[in-house]
């Protein structure tokens, strides 16, 4: 049998290959979604002839899902498609069988054990009534399958990939006010980037940042911050999963797809001035979901002493009030790497050049704070200079 083909098959005059030659035009997947499955497959995930590849779908994903099955086994890969039904997914939880739904089949876990690759997409669809829920009872089935579904792939090396898409939602549409095709598009348009481009500049900036002692960021829209990174290494996210690097937390056996930004701890004692967003933000966790917009963050003598948000500022005050020590000095600073988003929801701080800067816990980053507490404002089109020299103006790193 010859080897399988690993270019992507081209379509004369379209845009957006790939299809196979002969096939029939389909529009689902579309060849904007093949195209990014096939890229994600070969430049991200780099699966290789023979490895199992298990892609876990929701109704909402069917069609990006079926172009990533179809991608691997063009490489030569094993796929198995895991499907979880959305409808399905509600009768259990209207019959109050939510915990059943983290207790993973045996079938399962033996595929997880068995599999070189995963790739997940976010699911159920119906996020509105998702976070309708509660937490408690999110934690009730989630809890069941976490810790153990990590372990378990931290020990056989897997790799894989959380696809962004699954966000997506005609729920998150309505409460967020943005375009679902917009936002679609951007997302799959972003997964045709070349992540070693981007690991290349952050690993630029990474070194840059080395015995970097404060970090000036300013902006025309009022923003003048002056805050001190922490003498731990920088961490480049650009899309590859890190599975066994200790460079990384634990998690990271699974990359965020598509991906893009440096992430650094900061000085706990050490913030000075104002920053002004002009991008969302939201929490760290998943879930949930709260967007702000609007903020404002002022520091003196290394602690937050008042914020503001146009939107999004009565959640952000009631948890903040109920953060542990720590949760008024500065966490993280992250700089966007990915030349290919441009104000996508969730995303924005992977913007090239933006800056997202974060009160909070640091310690998943190697830093000295351990508030249960984060929160975070996120500025596109600042300058950026570390002990006085400019890395990053209007946008670009320099």
């Known amino acids: 049998m010859p080897p399988p083909d690993r270019s992507a098959p081209e379509v004369a005059g379209h845009k957006y290959g790939p299809l196979f030659v002969g096939a029939s035009m389909s529009e689902s997947p579309s060849p904007l979604e093949r195209a990014a499955a096939h890229n994600l497959v070969s430049k991200y995930l780099r699966v290789q002839p023979d490895e199992n590849v298990i892609v876990e779908a929701w109704t909402h994903t069917l069609s990006m899902s079926s172009a990533m099955v179809d991608e691997v086994r063009r490489a030569g890969g094993r796929a198995f498609l895991a499907y979880e039904d959305d409808d399905a997914w509600w009768r259990a939880v209207e019959r109050k069988q939510a915990k059943p739904l983290g207790r993973l089949s045996d079938p399962e876990w033996a595929a997880i054990a068995a599999a070189d690759v995963y790739v997940q997409f ?14 408690e009872k999110m934690f009730e089935w989630g809890d069941a399958w976490f810790d153990r579904w990590y372990k378990l792939a ?6 894989g990939g959380r696809m962004a898409l699954g966000w997506v939602t005609d729920t998150r549409v309505r409460q967020w006010g943005v375009s679902k095709s917009r936002w679609r598009r951007s997302l ?33 829209n009022g923003t003048d911050l002056e805050v001190g990174a922490a003498r731990v290494p920088a961490r480049v996210y650009e899309g590859y999963p890190h599975p066994k690097d200790r460079a990384y937390n634990e998690f990271d056996m699974l990359g965020n797809l598509p991906d893009g930004w440096l992430r650094c701890a900061l000085d706990a004692q050490t ?14 966790v998943w879930f949930p979901w709260t967007v702000y ?22 959640e952000f005050r009631q ?20 030349p290919r988003l441009r104000n996508v929801p969730y995303l924005e701080d992977r913007e090239l050049g933006a800056v997202q800067v974060a009160v909070g816990r640091n310690t998943y980053l190697g830093g000295t704070n351990p508030s249960d507490f984060n929160g975070s404002l996120c500025l596109a089109g600042s300058e950026i200079s570390l002990d006085g020299t400019p890395v990053v103006r209007a946008g670009k790193l320099l």
């Open 154 to 159: 931290r020990s056989t090396g897997l790799r």
């Open 122 to 135: 976010w699911g159920p669809s119906d996020s509105a009534r998702l976070e309708k829920l509660g937490e």
């Open 188 to 220: 799959l348009e972003a997964c045709l980037g070349d992540p070693e481009e981007i690991r290349r500049s952050g690993q630029r900036l990474a070194r840059a940042l080395r015995g970097t002692k404060k970090v000036r960021i300013t902006h025309p």
């Open 319 to 338: 948890k903040y009030g109920r953060g542990s020590p720590g949760r008024d000095r500065t966490g993280s600073l992250a700089i966007g790497l990915n």
């Open 293 to 314: 917009t609007g903020g404002v963050f002022e520091f003196s003598a290394g602690q937050l002493t008042s914020f503001s948000f146009e939107g999004g500022e009565a």
């Open 271 to 284: 913030a000075e001035g104002t920053i002004v967003a002009n991008r969302r933000s939201y929490d760290e």
